[in-house]
C-alpha cells in the first residue's frame, strides 16, 4: 500500500475492522478512545482463529509438528518487532504483558540491583502511573530518591530544569516518548543524550508511540524501549520490552519458572539465555503470534502516512474545539500525537463523556492515569479524543455537533 492515506482509502481501511460498523446508542459509532486501545483489523482477528483453530500448542519444547509450527510463528513476531523498531538483535525483544510488565520488569530486575542508598531515578511530570508507582516501590526499598522534570504550562517538559536534575547519582531516567492525556511528543533523544552524559540509563515508555511515532532504538540509543501490542491495533495481554543485550545480560531474571532456566537442581539453578531469561512460564502465545499482523498493518499503510493522516484529524479537531464557548484545551505543544484533551467551563467531564456517548460518540473522560499531572492543570480530569488511521474528519464534525449541543443544553 504506502501511498498516502486518503479520505477514499479510510473507507478501505475502515472496512477492516468490522467493530466501526455498528450503532450506539442509535447512531453510528464514532470510536475517538484509541490512546486507551486501538481497535483491531480482521488479519489480526484472522490469525488468533487460525492459531487457536489450526495450531495450538506450547512453544520452544515440544518437538511435535503443531509445537514447531507454533514456535516458528512466536519467534516471527519476535523478528517483526526487531525490525519494527530497528533493534541490533532479537534477543534483546522480551515478550511481556505490555508497557505496565515492561517497566516493572525494569524497575524490578535493574532497579532493585543497580540502585543504591541516596541515587536518583528521574521521571517527569507527563509520566502514566504505570511509570510512576514501580518507581516508588523500588526507589522506596533501596531508599533512593525519585526527582521529577516539570511540565511548562503548554505540555512540553521544562529541558533546562531537567539538565539540573541530573547528577552523578542519577541511574536511571524514565520518560515516555508521547504523553496519553496531553499528546505531547517528548524529544527523547536528547532526553537520552543528557542520560547517558551523566551515566544514567534510560527507560522509554514508548505506549503512545507505537502506532504513531518512527522508533529506532540503535539511533536512539536507550537502554529500554517499552511497547504495548494493543495501542498499535494488536491484540492485548502481549507487547515487548526492548533491552540492549549488555544491559539485559547483568540483570538478573524478574520471574523464575519454565523456560528461563537452564539447569535447576536444589543446589542451584543456572539461567537462560536471552531473551528466554525474562520469559517465563508459558507466555501468552496466541496474542503474540496475532502481534506481528498487528505490526504488517502498520507497515503497510506506513507509519508516516499513519502520522499523517492523524495530524490532519487533529489541527481540524483542535480547531474546531478551540472556537467552541467555553473549551479549553490542556496540552498545547507544538509537537504532539492525536491526542486532544480538553475542558469545557462549568461542565463535569463525566457529564460529557456520557452525553457524548448517548449520541454513539465514545471518548475518555478522567485523570488517564496521571492524577499528577491533572493536578498541576488544576483539574480533576479532562475529556479525551484520541485518533487512529481509521478516524474521519466527518467523525469529528459529529462530535463538534454533540459538543456544541451539550454546551447549549448546560447554558
Ligand atoms: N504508558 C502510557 C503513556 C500509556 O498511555 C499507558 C496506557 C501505559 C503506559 C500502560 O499501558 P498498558 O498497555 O500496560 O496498560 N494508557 C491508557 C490510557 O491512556 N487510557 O487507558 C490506558
Redesign the pocket.
Known amino acids: 500500500m504506502n501511498s498516502q492515506v486518503t479520505v477514499a482509502n479510510v473507507a478501505e481501511i475502515r472496512k477492516q475492522f468490522p467493530v466501526l460498523n455498528q450503532q450506539v446508542n442509535g447512531r453510528n459509532l464514532v470510536y475517538f478512545d484509541n490512546?486507551?486501545t486501538t481497535q483491531k483489523p480482521l488479519r489480526v482477528i484472522n490469525a488468533l482463529i487460525e492459531y487457536y483453530t489450526g495450531y495450538n500448542a506450547n512453544i520452544h519444547r515440544g518437538i511435535h509438528t503443531l509445537a514447531e509450527r507454533a514456535t516458528r510463528a512466536y519467534e516471527e513476531t519476535r523478528q517483526a518487532a526487531k525490525d519494527f523498531i530497528n533493534a541490533n538483535f532479537a534477543e534483546e525483544i522480551i515478550f511481556v504483558r505490555?508497557?505496565?510488565e515492561a517497566i516493572n520488569l525494569v524497575a524490578s530486575s535493574y532497579g532493585r540491583t543497580f540502585l543504591q542508598l541516596g541515587d536518583e531515578v528521574i521521571i517527569s511530570g507527563l509520566e502514566?502511573h504505570?511509570?510512576i508507582v514501580p518507581w516508588q516501590l523500588v526507589c522506596e526499598e533501596r531508599r533512593a530518591y525519585l526527582k521529577i522534570i516539570p511540565v511548562l504550562e503548554n505540555g512540553e517538559l521544562d529541558l533546562d530544569a531537567y539538565q539540573k536534575l541530573l547528577t552523578r547519582q542519577t541511574k536511571i531516567v524514565a520518560v515516555?516518548h508521547a504523553s496519553?492525556s496531553l499528546g505531547t511528543i517528548n524529544p527523547i533523544k536528547e532526553i537520552i543524550d543528557l542520560a547517558h552524559q551523566a551515566g544514567a540509563v534510560v527507560l522509554i515508555?514508548g505506549?503512545?508511540a507505537g502506532a504513531h511515532l518512527p522508533i529506532d532504538v540503535q539511533q536512539l540509543d536507550c537502554d529500554f524501549y517499552c511497547l504495548?501490542s494493543?495501542?498499535m491495533y494488536g491484540p492485548t495481554g502481549t507487547?515487548i520490552l526492548y533491552g540492549k543485550r549488555e544491559v539485559l545480560e547483568k540483570m538478573p531474571p524478574y520471574q523464575g519458572g519454565g523456560e528461563m532456566i537452564k539447569e535447576v537442581t536444589f543446589a542451584k539453578t543456572t539461567y537462560n539465555d536471552l531473551p528466554h531469561k525474562f520469559e517465563a512460564g508459558t507466555p501468552n502465545i496466541a496474542d503474540t503470534i496475532a502481534f506481528k499482523s498487528a505490526i504488517d498493518f502498520i507497515n503497510e499503510i506506513g507509519k508516516e502516512n499513519i502520522a499523517a493522516h492523524e495530524s490532519t484529524l487533529l489541527a481540524y479537531a483542535t480547531e474546531k474545539a478551540g472556537a467552541l464557548p467555553g473549551v479549553r484545551i490542556i496540552g498545547q505543544a507544538p509537537h504532539k500525537v492525536s491526542v486532544l484533551s480538553f475542558i469545557i467551563d462549568d461542565i463535569h467531564p463525566f457529564d460529557i463523556g456520557q452525553m457524548l456517548d448517548a449520541r454513539g460518540i465514545a471518548v475518555?473522560t478522567g485523570h488517564?492515569?496521571t492524577q499528577p499531572l491533572m493536578d498541576q492543570f488544576g483539574v480533576e480530569g479532562t475529556v479525551r479524543a484520541s485518533f487512529a488511521v481509521y478516524n474521519t474528519k466527518d467523525e469529528i464534525d459529529h462530535m463538534m455537533e454533540g459538543l456544541t449541543r451539550i454546551i447549549n443544553f448546560m447554558k
Open positions: 490512546a486507551a505490555g508497557v505496565t502514566h504505570s511509570n515516555n496519553n515508555d505506549a503512545q504495548s494493543h495501542k507487547g475518555r488517564h492515569c
